[in-house]
């Protein structure tokens, strides 16, 4: 087992520090579209997008959804018509 990759950065003192480095590796779930105006379906549209990172810690050992850390979800909605716009953030 090889040590985790290390991070140097400078502090405001103009000194060195290191510490571990662990990525954080962002990762897609989801997207869709849909149109949803009432009378005419084309002139709304609900845009929406599902993202995680997996988690901080050490996942060398592990695979699939274990790597799996915390996930978002964006929802964009758009009156074409209107131009009214509205984003919703979990």
């Given at each position: ?87 919703v953030v979990d």
């Amino acid at each position: 087992m090889t040590d985790p990759p290390r991070l140097l950065s400078t502090t405001s003192t103009g000194k060195v520090s290191q510490s571990t480095f662990n990525p954080v590796i962002p990762y897609f779930v989801d997207f869709t579209i849909h149109d949803t105006g009432r009378y005419i379906s084309s002139s709304k549209k609900n845009i929406k997008w599902t993202f995680g990172h997996s988690t901080p810690l050490p996942f060398h050992d592990r695979t699939g959804p274990k790597c799996r850390g915390n996930e978002h979800e964006i929802e964009f909605n758009w009156s074409i018509s209107s131009g009214k716009r509205r984003v919703v953030v979990d």
